[in-house]
């Protein structure tokens, strides 16, 4: 199957590699991408991938985010259908039958992070940039970063994030346990490379056992807390600080908040 905004390479060796190719807009993630994006997870698990690495396109982007011009006029309705959405993609990142990795070579903001943090492991480049940045946008994050974000880097840290919306480097990403491992950035697709293969070439059974029982761990209080992250999140959708945020954005001028 093929797609106009995403790839997906299987190796010999099962390393799957899903890329997101929109280097023009930085990435972003569209409705259509979103389901690019899971029907391409589907397919690299049929074709029995053992590892799979998430990336983006061109030198600047991992993923910069949702895509604002679609958003920008969302009603809470339409918006709730986007986190759902986002949610499915994230779920289903979450609960891959085999270790995902989260290569983060350039910015990766709001729904960038999100799908960052549904994957298992996250690599960032030295010259990465991440950020929760959807407050300046007069939203939160809507694909689970609440729950997620928190759940990696602890409730003080991630609530600063989130509401300062701050866009910090890879080492500082690294500090606070956003990612596990900074590369310098001519090393860093041998590195994404070289862990792959790692993964790739252990027992499939056993890792894919390991991840369902790690992943367990948290199930208890996420679902909850997701389905709340949704309402909250299709609810700001409509408000003024919505879509000034996005409408300054996209015309390229400071928001004026009420
Ligand atoms: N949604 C839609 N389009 C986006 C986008 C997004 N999240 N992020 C970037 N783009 C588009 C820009 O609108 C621009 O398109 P244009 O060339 O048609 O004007 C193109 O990608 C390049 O972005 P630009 O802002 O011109 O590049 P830059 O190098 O000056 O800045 C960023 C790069 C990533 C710092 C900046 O684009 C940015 O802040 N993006 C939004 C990040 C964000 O808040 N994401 C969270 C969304 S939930």
Known sequence: MTWDTITL???????ATLTVDRPDQLNALTVDTLEAIGEALDEAEADGARALVLAGAGDEAFVAGADISYMVELSTPEAQA????????ADAIESFPAPTVAAIDGYAFGGGCELALACDLRVAAESAVLGQTEIDLGIIPGWGGTQRLSRLVGDETAKRLVFLGERIDAAEAAEVGFVGEVVADDAFDDRIDELAGELAAKPAFATRAAKEALNAVHDGTQKGGLALERRAWAGLFGTHDQRE???A???KREPEFE
């Open 9 to 15: 390479d299987v190796d010999a060796d099962g390393v």
């Open 82 to 89: 986007y986190a759902e959405l986002g949610h499915r993609v």
């Open 245 to 247: 945020g996005m409408r």
């Open 249 to 251: 954005f996209l015309e």
